[in-house]
């Protein structure tokens, strides 16, 4: 297995979930793992076993019918979730216990009411526990981002010893700057003794914006997963989105790491978690929104035309999306006028173009955008003899 290959640790179906109003049943989830799987992640988190009858029913239903990615439970470091996670995952081909407690001194002292010992003893004690289930145990250090550094490093290098073979390092309130976040895994990587008998996972979220930013820092001082979300779904204001991280590394080759994921299928995917999970996807949201290869600015639209890769950084079909859109607005130009007019089958010479564009643009003001209906409308008679047959 390359070093520089990043695991694409999905948890849609777990973190995703999380969001308001997102909550889904068996059925959907089957659904969604197996578009996961033929997307190329490598874990699918399928969901928290303990916390209710219908998510353990998933968790173990999913794990029946995922030949190919590993599938994985998520657990408090409380020996019953541990325990029945265990249980949900029996019929896994690739099964992975996630088990975890919080590792600042804000989680120590206000979570849980107790000392850095004891966090290290449930810890160890969690995950040797696990390993009586599954042998690839993860182990997530809540609140890593805020953790003292020394102490962060004693528990990594204790769980680790116990058996973890991934070591997730959450900025769980996405407080981290990312050249913060870096540092965090580049000490692990330079202070835990124990650190090359597991993979280092950052699991970012984007209460600062900076998910995305922060788990690729994190990939460029050695961690090799990165946990996400489709449409950057998730707790509060999400997770590092999928579409995001992946694609930044397959744009930025120089980077020199890499992912399995099948990139043609980001588009379709994004829609069916939207759908299925009833939370539309922002316009502009990056790689999957409706507006991420529209183009409405005349400046724009005339370097587009004349060479896409003046504006787009991104081949539509790289992702599975749509062509390119010129979108007709008041701030369109002459050109990107003329090319819709040619779409529809008009023919004009430069005059005649300038003679419509005073037009559209009276139409433009008045409008969103201008349809195509609009511009049949406002072809004056005289013009319409240009249209071919």
Known sequence: MSDNKIHIFDTTLRDGEQ??????????KIE??????ALGVDIIEAGFPISSPGDFESVNEI???IKNATVCGLTRAVQKDIEVAGEALKYAKRPRIHTGIGSSDNHIKYKFNTTREDIVERAIKAVKLAKNFVDDVEFYAEDAGRADLPFLAKLIESVIGAGATVVNIPDTTGYCLPHQYGAIIAYLKNNV???DRAIISCHCHNDLGLATANSIAGALNGARQIECTINGLGERAGNTALEEVVMVLKQ???LGLYTDVNTKLLHPLSRQVSETMRVPTQPNKAIVGANAFSHSSGIHQDGFLKE????????PAEVGADLSKIVLTARSGRSALAFRLH???YQFNRDEIDELYQLFLQVADSKKEVMDNDLHDMIPESLKVAVTA
Not at 32 to 37: C, G, I, P, Q, Y
Request: aromatic share 2%; charged share 30%.
């Open 19 to 28: 969001v308001p109003g997102c909550k889904l049943n068996t059925r959907e």
């Open 32 to 37: 969604l793992a197996l578009s996961l799987e």
């Open 63 to 65: 794990s029946k019918i």
């Open 193 to 195: 003794s124990n650190i």
């Open 252 to 254: 930025h080759k120089e």
């Open 308 to 315: 896409a890769t003046t504006y787009e950084i991104i081949d």
């Open 343 to 345: 779409k529809l089958g």
